[in-house]
């Protein structure tokens, strides 16, 4: 019954984003709602990538002094100046691991 419903639900999701995709022409869509649509990912992935740093496994917020707001600050910086997704990632995770074995251990 579970593995059904995951593929219901997958082949679900995907025409329903497919058709929108097929149906709909970039040329069909005016100025302003391009320029919206613009910002779509940069506002869906803070939405995703915040509570992961701000709240704990418990649920509550983190306290100020923990490795992922310093690690998410190092890839901000980075990521404001390159202008380069791998480069930020990569700032971020690396200033992480390096707070978490060596800083705080």
């Known amino acids: 019954m579970t593995l059904t419903t995951i ?5 679900l999701t995907y025409l329903t984003r ?5 149906l709909i022409s970039r040329d069909m869509l005016g100025d302003k709602i ?4 613009e910002y779509v990912p940069s506002a ?3 939405a995703i990538i915040f509570p992961g740093i701000f ?18 600050l ?6 404001y100046f ?16 390096f707070l978490i074995f060596v800083i705080f251990n």
């Open 7 to 11: 593929i219901f639900a997958g082949i």
């Open 55 to 72: 709240i704990n496994d418990f649920g509550t917020f983190i306290e100020m002094n923990d490795p992922k707001i310093f690690g998410a």
């Open 34 to 37: 391009k320029a919206v649509l």
């Open 74 to 79: 190092v890839a901000v910086i980075v990521g």
């Open 44 to 46: 869906v992935f803070p």
């Open 82 to 97: 390159s202008k380069n997704i791998i480069a930020t990632i990569s700032a971020g995770l690396v200033s992480y691991w």
């Open 18 to 22: 497919m058709t929108m995709i097929a």
